[in-house]
C-alpha cells in the first residue's frame, strides 16, 4: 500500500469544497502539499488551516494554456518532485445544448479536460524523470454517462477517462499510475458556480448537491482508493445506480434519460 509520508502532492482546485477536503486528507497522512486555484485569497486561508510537513501555494488559472509549463517548472522547484498530481479544478453546467453558446462550451472543455492535459504534458518529462507518479483525476460519474443540461460538461470528462485510460496503458511500465475519481453530487458550491447558458454563474444551491456526499467523504474515498492502487472508483449514493444501469443496459438507461426532467 502506498505510504503518503513525505510525499509531495499537488492539488489544483484547492481553494473550496472537494480540493479542500482533499487537502486536509492528504495532510493528515503527511503529506507535502502544493495548492492552486485562482482565487489566492482562499488559497491562502486553506493552507493556515493545514497542520501538513510543508504547505506552498502556487496560483493558476488552467485555461491559460501557454502559462503551464512554467507553473510546473515552479512547481517542481520549489517542492523537488511531484509525487501526486490530483486533477481536481473544474466547472459544471446548467444549460441546454440549443441555449448554450459556443464560447461557454469552449470553457468547459478548456478547464476540465485540455487545462489538465498541458499540465499533465508539462509534469511527465520530471515524473518519469523521477522514477514515476501518480495521477489522481476527478471526473465525474457523468464521464459514464450523459445527462440533460450538461453537455458540454459530460464531453470534458468522458474525455478525461478516454486520455488518462490511454496514458495508464503508455506508462504503467514506467511507473506512472491513474485513478479516475467518479463522483455523484457532492455537498458544495459547485451547482452554484455551474456555467448557465450565457457562462454567468447558475447561482442555485440545488437540492441534489445539497442530498450528495460531503467533501470530506469524498476525499476520503478519494484518498483510500488511491492508498489500495484502484483504477477507478465511484463515490456517490445513489448515482452508483446510473453507472452500472448505464454499463448493463445502456437502451434502457438511454430511455431513463430521454424522459427524465431537465433540471
Known amino acids: 500500500m502506498l505510504d503518503l509520508t513525505g510525499k509531495t502532492v499537488w492539488i489544483t482546485g484547492a481553494s473550496a469544497g472537494l480540493g479542500e477536503a482533499l487537502a486536509h486528507r492528504f495532510a493528515s497522512r503527511g503529506a507535502r502539499l502544493l495548492l492552486s486555484a485562482r482565487r489566492v485569497d482562499r488559497l491562502e486561508r486553506v493552507a493556515g488551516a493545514l497542520a501538513a510537513q510543508q504547505v506552498e501555494v502556487l ?14 517548472n515552479e512547481a517542481v522547484a520549489r517542492m523537488g518532485r511531484i509525487d501526486v498530481m490530483v486533477h481536481n479544478a473544474g466547472l459544471g453546467q446548467r444549460a441546454l445544448v440549443t441555449e448554450s453558446s459556443f464560447a461557454v462550451d469552449r470553457q468547459l ?3 476540465n479536460f485540455l487545462g489538465p492535459l498541458a499540465l499533465t504534458k508539462a509534469l511527465l518529462p520530471s515524473m518519469l524523470a523521477s522514477g514515476g507518479g501518480h495521477f489522481v483525476v476527478i471526473s465525474s460519474v457523468l464521464g459514464l454517462m450523459s445527462m440533460k443540461r450538461r453537455a458540454a460538461y459530460c464531453a470534458s470528462k468522458h474525455a478525461l477517462h478516454g486520455y488518462f485510460n490511454a496514458l495508464r496503458a503508455e506508462l504503467d511500465e514506467r511507473g506512472v499510475r491513474v485513478l479516475l475519481v467518479c463522483p455523484g453530487h ?9 456555467l448557465a447558458a450565457d457562462g454567468s454563474p447558475h447561482g442555485v444551491d440545488e437540492a441534489g448537491s445539497r442530498a450528495g456526499l460531503s467533501p470530506d467523504q469524498c476525499a476520503e474515498q478519494t484518498v483510500r482508493g488511491l492508498l489500495r492502487g484502484e483504477s477507478e472508483i465511484y463515490p456517490a449514493k445513489w448515482e ?10 445502456p437502451s434502457l438507461m438511454r430511455k431513463v434519460v430521454a424522459r427524465m426532467r431537465a433540471r
Open 186 to 194: 457532492i455537498d458544495s458550491e459547485f451547482s452554484q458556480r455551474a
Open 240 to 249: 452508483t445506480a446510473g453507472v452500472y444501469l448505464n454499463r448493463l443496459a
Open 109 to 111: 472543455l478548456d478547464v
Open 59 to 72: 496560483p493558476l488559472d488552467l485555461a491559460d494554456f501557454a502559462s503551464l509549463p512554467d507553473k510546473t
